[in-house]
């Protein structure tokens, strides 16, 4: 399938240059076939995969493990959750918890949390190896696919009221391994 149409890619402009000497409206036509063709599957791309052309999703209440964004986060978390690993970054302090990752700002607002594990859900109740079917039940089809090198491929919902992202990581593309939720 790929070589006909790398085949189909190249013949026919050469066809347009050929016919080119003889109808030059034509020529020029059928020169033009394949950036034609080139701008449509990269425009078609660049909507599939970008967040600004998604329908926004509602997810104001959506919380992690009782964690929200854009509140701050509290001593009595540190105690609940127990040992930590801080670190430092340019925008405020991640804190690396056994079952949990969560990120503050430099006024200790929570702007992400994370989760690789099963016991963790959401206020939705969605949690680590629950199906994409049950996530799509959930949160409805307004979503737009990702994928990063080592990660697999995620689905993502856009909150754009409140600038909120949830990205939905996956194994297989059917099973849900890590839940990402994050100011954007």
Same mark, same amino acid.
């Given at each position: +399938?790929?070589?006909?149409?790398?085949?189909?890619?190249?013949?026919?402009?050469?066809? %347009?240059?050929?016919?080119?000497?003889?109808?030059?409206?034509?020529?020029? !036509?059928?020169?033009?076939?394949?950036?034609?063709?080139? *701008?449509? *599957?990269? %425009?078609?791309?660049?909507?599939? /995969?970008?967040?600004? *052309?998604?329908?926004? !999703?509602?997810?104001?209440?959506?919380?992690?493990?009782?964690?929200?964004?854009? #509140?701050?986060?509290?001593?009595?978390?540190?105690?609940?959750?127990g040992s930590y690993v801080k670190r430092e970054?340019?925008?405020?302090?991640?804190?690396?918890?056994?079952?949990?990752?969560?990120?503050?700002?430099?006024?200790?607002?929570?702007?992400?949390?994370?989760?690789?594990? !099963?016991?963790?859900? !959401?206020?939705? %109740?969605?949690?680590?190896?629950?199906?994409?079917?049950?996530?799509?039940?959930?949160?409805?089809?307004?979503?737009?696919?990702?994928?990063?090198?080592?990660?697999?491929?995620?689905?993502?919902?856009?909150?754009?009221?409140?600038?909120?992202?949830?990205?939905?990581?996956?194994?297989? #593309?059917?099973? /849900?391994? +890590?839940?990402?939720?994050?100011?954007?």
């Open positions: +399938m790929m070589l006909i149409l790398l085949a189909f890619m190249i013949l026919i402009p050469v066809s %347009g240059f050929i016919v080119y000497k003889h109808a030059k409206f034509l020529g020029m !036509t059928l020169m033009a076939i394949p950036l034609f063709l080139l *701008f449509i *599957f990269a %425009g078609w791309w660049f909507y599939s /995969i970008n967040h600004h *052309f998604v329908s926004s !999703t509602s997810l104001s209440e959506e919380a992690i493990a009782g964690f929200r964004l854009g #509140e701050p986060l509290m001593e009595e978390d540190f105690e609940r959750l970054q340019p925008a405020g302090i991640a804190y690396s918890f056994d079952s949990l990752y969560v990120s503050v700002d430099a006024e200790n607002l929570i702007s992400s949390i994370s989760s690789s594990r !099963t016991q963790l859900e !959401t206020t939705s %109740g969605l949690m680590i190896g629950d199906t994409i079917e049950k996530a799509k039940s959930l949160y409805g089809d307004r979503y737009y696919t990702y994928r990063e090198m080592g990660l697999g491929r995620a689905i993502v919902y856009v909150d754009r009221e409140n600038n909120y992202q949830l990205t939905l990581w996956t194994i297989n #593309e059917k099973t /849900i391994s +890590m839940i990402w939720f994050s100011v954007y």
